[in-house]
C-alpha cells in the first residue's frame, strides 16, 4: 500500500484558525428554500441544549444563537477527546469535530447545496450519542452519504481494514479524520472538480498513513501482516465501486462476508 509523502502541517495558528471559523457558521445559509428543508426535517441547533454553563454564556455571549451554539457544541466534545475516555468516544468526538470543520468551510464558501447543514446536524447527533451514552449503537463503518461517492478504493480499503482490525484504539483521531475527509474530497470533486478535491484526498492519505503506523508499531508482525492482507480484500471489493465519473450519488458499503 502505497502513502503520498505529503507533510500536513497542524499546529497552534491552524487551530485557532478553525475555531475561529466556527463562529461564522450560520446554518440558515445553507439551505435553498424553505420546502427543502422541511422535506428533509432539518432541526435548527438548539442553544440551550449546548450553552448551559455560565461560564460558556459568558465566553461566547456576543455571538448570535447559531454561533453560540456551534461553538459550544465544539467545547463540549472537547471533553469527549480526553485520554481518559475509550477510544471509540474519542474517535466519534473527532469524528463530530472533523464534520464541524466540513460545515464551516460550506458556509464560508456561501455554498447553496444542503451538505454543509447535514455535516452540521451529524456532528450534533454523534455529540447527543456521546451524551447519552449510545455511541456503541453508531456502526463504524457507515455508508457514504448520497452527497459524495467512493473515490480513492485504496484508502477506503485502508480505512474499513484499519477499523475493522481494532486501529481506533492506536489512532481514534487520525481514523476520524481521513474518514470525513475522504467524504469531503469526493463532494468537492463532485460539485466542482477543483483542485481542493485533491488537497482532501491527500489530506486523507496522510491521516491514514499515520493510522496505520501507529497501529503498527502497536502490534506483533502476524497482526500486521493480517491487516495488510484485509486491506487487499477490502480494496478488491471496493475498486469496481469507484465512481470514475465523479459523480455523488452515496455508496453502500457491505461487509466482507457479504461479498
Known sequence: ????????????????????????????????????QNSLNLATVNTSDYCQSQDLEATY?????????????LAELQHYQQKDKTAQQQYFAYKAQAWL???IHKDSMNSRSLTGLQAAQSAEAI????????ESDIM??????????????????????LKDSGGIVSAPREIAF??????????????KNSRQAGTHFRMADRWLEQARESF????????NVALEELIVQYYEQYAPLDSTDD?????VLPPLDQI
Open 127 to 134: 455529540l447527543q450519542a456521546l451524551k447519552n451514552g449510545s
Open 140 to 161: 463504524l463503518i457507515e455508508d457514504i452519504p448520497a452527497s459524495s461517492a467512493l473515490m480513492r478504493p485504496d484508502l477506503w480499503a485502508t480505512l474499513s481494514a
Open 178 to 191: 481521513s474518514e470525513v475527509a475522504l467524504i469531503w474530497a469526493a463532494n468537492d470533486q463532485c460539485e
Open 1 to 36: 500500500m502505497l502513502y503520498s509523502a505529503i507533510k500536513v502541517a497542524i499546529d497552534k495558528k491552524s487551530r485557532y484558525t478553525i475555531l475561529s471559523a466556527v463562529l461564522l457558521l450560520s446554518t440558515a445559509s445553507c439551505v435553498s428554500t424553505t420546502t427543502t
Open 216 to 223: 503498527v508499531n502497536a502490534h506483533d508482525s502476524t497482526t
Open 247 to 251: 459523480r455523488c450519488t452515496g455508496q
Open 61 to 73: 455571549k456576543n455571538q448570535n444563537t447559531q454561533q453560540r451554539a456551534m461553538s459550544c457544541i
Open 101 to 103: 470543520n466540513y460545515a
